[in-house]
């Protein structure tokens, strides 16, 4: 592949960290079929290694929300939304701002949360937005157009570009002859959150903690107990999982190597039975925001795909990954209910599914209220 063969398009995506270098490297890798599965001793996570949420109405809850607070109320506490993806199973959408309740999208549900939130606690929570090169001039003029902005800061950057390739290794384009560009996954935010300026920014102001989760996950509040759970567990990272329904797939902690980890689905080898492992990553972590303002060799995997009925290359790397490298903890949180932590929302019918489970969640801004098991704030 010859970079001086790019055609002009490609001046366009530099704001949004395309590096040619980078570009280079994975078309020599485009070729090769690597095995992704990790070597090494892997074990389940031990129970004892999975904390639990305490119930809704106990002591133990009402305790660490009151602490949880007191963090916010010092300025500690920030949220990072996940934003860069087009919602290809909605229509190839921004999924951002898909309506949700009447004409209220993920987005501005999951800002008003947090501003529901800071009112209470008397302090602002800082909203970082992580983009991408398909989604961020959309979300930066659905805030203005929503006032998103006006009871709380929100920021949005942009996570890093690619192009992508033939198997051949060579530049891919599409029918119509132009270059293809993706986003190279979420495992971009240290890189990306870390050049934006806006890391700096919080941790100057003050802040040590922030809270990542998926625009589509409505379940995903901000909730104070897991925040002072957090500091209490005295992990770098903690990262919210839930109990296995049938067909559940995807990344799951497990013990590497004597380093408990988020090991994704793709890379747990074959022999390995998946079923040992009850819980799986539902991608909510909470950081020390230190743990993000520092280079990760991160890796990148190589994903077979297909545009205009074409196979592709691409390389993408995953932020579950920080937890090789940073010491992590692990808690169990609720799927169903009041206290419910993760509702999926990958497709339309996903959406009309739980619609009512959303309403409720929305309604009762469970941040600010200190609900008792099977309440909801009606």
């Known amino acids: 592949m010859m970079l001086s063969d790019l055609d002009s398009a490609v001046a366009a995506l530099t704001p949004f960290g395309f590096d040619p270098t980078v570009q280079q490297r994975f078309s020599a890798s485009a070729v090769a079929v690597s095995d992704n599965a990790v070597r090494g001793a892997l074990t389940p996570l031990p129970d ?3 904390a639990k949420l305490p119930a809704l109405g106990t002591p133990e809850r009402e305790r660490l929300r009151e602490a949880g607070l007191a963090l916010i109320r010092a300025g500690r506490v ?11 199973r909605f229509g190839g959408v921004v999924k951002a701002v898909v309506p949700v309740l ?3 999208t993920f987005l501005e549900l999951r800002k008003a949360d947090v501003d529901a939130v800071a009112r209470h606690a008397g302090a602002a929570i800082p909203t970082f937005v992580m983009s991408s090169f398909a989604t961020h001039d959309r979300l930066l003029g659905h805030i203005e157009e929503r006032a998103l902005h006006a009871h709380g800061p929100i920021d949005v950057f942009p996570q890093r570009v690619a192009l992508r390739l033939t198997p051949a290794g060579e530049l891919f384009r599409d029918r119509a002859g132009t270059l293809s560009p993706y986003a190279t996954g979420h495992g971009d935010l240290p890189d990306a959150l870390r050049g934006s300026g806006f890391l700096r920014r919080f941790r100057e102001a003050g802040g040590t903690t ?6 589509d996950n409505l379940g995903a509040t901000v909730d104070p107990a897991l925040v002072a759970l957090h500091h209490e567990l005295g992990g770098a990272i903690t990262v919210e999982t839930v109990r296995k329904d049938p067909g559940d797939a995807g990344g799951a902690p497990a013990v590497l190597d004597g380093v408990p980890q988020i090991i994704e689905g793709f890379r747990f080898p074959k022999p390995f039975d998946q079923g040992t492992i009850g819980v799986f990553n539902t991608n909510t972590l909470i950081f020390d925001a230190a743990t ?4 990760y060799e991160l890796p990148y995997y190589r994903v077979e795909k297909k545009v205009d009925g074409a196979p592709v290359i691409q390389f993408e790397r995953l932020v ?7 010491p992590s903890r692990f808690v169990e949180v609720p799927r169903t209910g009041a206290d419910c932590r993760f509702i999926a929302i990958k497709e339309p ?3 009309d599914r739980h619609r009512p489970l959303i309403e409720r969640v929305a309604r009762a801004e469970r941040g600010v209220r200190a609900l008792m098991p099977g309440e909801w704030a009606d």
């Open 48 to 50: 004892d290694a999975l």
């Open 320 to 326: 579950g990954e920080l937890t090789a490298f940073a």
């Open 349 to 351: 019918a996903d959406l």
């Open 78 to 88: 920030g949220v990072i939304i996940l934003a860069g993806g087009m919602a290809t």
């Open 292 to 295: 993000l303002d520092r280079a």
């Open 210 to 215: 922030l809270l990542m989760s998926n625009v």
């Open 102 to 104: 009447g004409d209220r």
